[in-house]
């Protein structure tokens, strides 16, 4: 049992590149989410996704696109990499309806764009 | 949107003695608060959480109370070690699946 994993663990890009950041989880988890984290900021929620084929915004979506195909995939895009989304990216899962909803975070994704 | 503040930024304690973090919220229909711990490069980590209808929990060394009337709630450690260094976020929920979290604390265990 994996829990969640996210590809790559670093990546640098330079402005106007586009990639996709990898989320996967292997606990048939209902829910998934996207974060990012700054200094002296705490985690901010970018997307999320309450089952297959079903995604809303969080707090600071401009610039991100998420899709959820399969239950056990939540992979990030940035169209067009700015400076302002260096940070590090955490995916997460959960199920909810149980008496405590644990948020299980992957390891992270150390993104720079130059 | 829910507004989540905790305090202090920074803390610094002698091994053996209590920490406290607090955290107030904005949204009264919060329902969840739950805290993670991060350590240096790591992922944040669940250590406790607390539902609206329950008023103060305890696991071992960590407790977490909850006030609803003024809207805020606390993280206690007691007999601090230096394992217990890390980051500590809260954050606060209302329906389950968006999570706002706090600025977080940086605790430092002096031995």
């Known amino acids: 049992n994996a829990g969640v994993t996210q590809t790559p663990k670093f990546q640098v890009l330079k402005t106007g590149q586009s990639m996709t950041l990898q989320c996967a989880q292997d606990?048939?988890?209902?829910?998934m989410s996207w974060y990012r984290q700054d200094p002296g900021m705490g985690l901010r929620l970018i997307h999320y996704?309450?089952?297959?084929?079903?995604?809303d915004q969080g707090e600071v979506p401009n610039g991100y696109n998420v899709s959820r195909s399969t239950t056990e995939d939540f992979p990030l895009r940035l169209l067009s990499a700015a400076p302002s989304q260096t940070s590090v990216y955490f995916c997460?899962?959960?199920?909810?309806?149980?008496?405590?909803?644990?948020?299980?975070f992957g390891p992270g994704t150390r993104l720079t764009v130059l | 949107g829910e507004n989540v503040e905790q305090h202090p930024s920074t803390l610094s304690v002698q091994e053996g003695d209590s920490a406290v973090i607090k955290c107030t919220y904005s949204?009264?229909?919060?329902?969840?608060f739950p805290w993670y711990k991060q350590e240096l490069g790591k992922r944040p980590q669940l250590i406790i959480d607390?539902?609206?209808?329950?008023g103060e929990k305890k696991d071992q060394r960590i407790a977490v109370t909850l006030n609803k009337t003024a809207k805020h709630f606390s993280l206690h450690i007691t007999e601090t070690q230096p394992e217990d260094s890390a980051v500590y976020f809260c954050?606060?929920?209302?329906?389950?699946?968006?999570?706002?979290f706090g600025a977080g604390t940086t605790v430092t265990v002096r031995a």
């Open positions: 997460a899962s959960w199920d909810s309806g149980r008496v405590t909803d644990t948020q299980y």
């Open positions: 949204d009264s229909a919060s329902n969840y």
């Open positions: 996704s309450v089952g297959a084929g079903i995604t």
């Open positions: 954050a606060a929920s209302k329906n389950d699946y968006k999570l706002s």
């Open positions: 606990m048939n988890h209902e829910y």
């Open positions: 607390i539902r609206s209808n329950v």
